[in-house]
């Protein structure tokens, strides 16, 4: 039984080959599947300036993956850390339906240890959370090898390409089996080939443990392609959710064959038309 998993929520396990267990997806955003998180009416300002968000509202809940889009500088990853507990809202608030322990997050910058292998950077997180060395190296290569990496157990993160960098740095999120995985344009930095490669690894996981996911990003059709739902900020100061859009596309889902689903290609000109008009909007108010 995995022993991250506290409190009351029942969720079945399944046995995988490898001796993995995993949590089975719930269906995601059904209407008895759970709160993780649940943002009420946040604002949030950085000193004494004019709030960069006001009125937002959204929520994630178990199995469901949630994208956050919108101008630079609106205020999503200021949404983030409101959530993460790294700021807190100048009205309004966070409620987690988990222990903040089971978050897990995953930045646009990896935060690997240059001095520590990438095994022990992986093994990092499960130390601190109280398992013994060789218990923890021995998960975290099987994690390592579970996102492609056997091999690479010994190397330092300088010794690695970014993409298998931001493997290990998935590694280590995955590890640690969070309920909620908190994105900030995680992949942004890979070249295409990789970057799909990673994200569908990514997206294969979350589907089969049912983790509970609010990504930050500015492309629309990742942003499609791996979400529940996709909120669009409008421009800041005091940005807002503008719309949000329900992603009606089946579960498990490829981030190829996705794209060819009939929904998708209406909707993302949609999102897109609103966003550019958000923009624009912004531009004509300077
Ligand atoms: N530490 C800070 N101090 C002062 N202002 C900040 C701070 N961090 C962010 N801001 C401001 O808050 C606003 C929202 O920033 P945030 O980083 O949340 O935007 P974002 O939507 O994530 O943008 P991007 O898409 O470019 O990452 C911006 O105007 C930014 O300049
Ligand atoms: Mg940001």
Do not use: C
Request: aromatic content about 4%; overall charge neutral; hydrophobic content about 40%.
């Amino acid at each position: 039984m995995n022993k991250m998993i506290k409190g009351s929520l029942a969720v079945a396990h399944e046995a995988f080959d490898d001796g993995t267990e995993v949590r089975v997806r719930p269906q995601a955003g059904g209407t008895d599947a759970r709160p993780v998180v649940s943002v009420h009416d946040l604002a949030m300002r950085y000193g004494d300036d004019e709030p960069v968000i006001e009125g937002v509202s959204l929520e994630v809940r178990e199995g469901e993956v949630v994208s956050l889009v919108g101008p630079s500088g609106s205020g999503k990853s200021t949404i983030l850390r409101a959530i993460s507990g790294l700021h807190a809202p100048l009205s309004g608030k966070v409620d987690l339906g988990i222990p903040a322990t089971e978050m897990g997050f995953l930045f646009q910058d990896d935060a690997l240890l240059p001095w520590r292998t990438a095994r022990d950077n992986v093994a990092l997180g499960l130390r601190l959370h109280g398992k013994p060395v060789g218990g923890a190296r021995q998960e975290a290569g099987e994690w390592m090898a579970r996102l492609g990496l056997k091999g690479f157990e010994l190397r330092y993160p300088r010794q690695l390409s970014g993409g298998q960098r931001k493997r290990v740095a998935l590694a280590q999120v995955l590890a640690l089996k969070p309920r909620l995985l908190l994105m900030d344009e995680p992949f942004a930095s890979l070249d295409a080939i990789v970057r799909h490669r990673v994200t569908q690894d990514l997206l294969d996981w979350v589907e089969r443990e049912g983790i509970a996911v609010l990504l930050v990003t500015h492309d629309l059709e990742e942003a499609q392609a791996l979400s529940d739902v996709v909120n669009l900020l409008s421009q800041g100061p005091r940005a807002r959710i503008s719309h949000r859009y329900p992603v009606e596309i089946p579960r498990p889902r490829d981030l190829i064959g996705v794209r060819g689903h009939p929904t998708f290609a209406p909707l993302l000109q949609r999102i897109w038309k609103d966003l550019s008009v958000e923009v624009e909007e912004a531009t004509a108010n300077r």
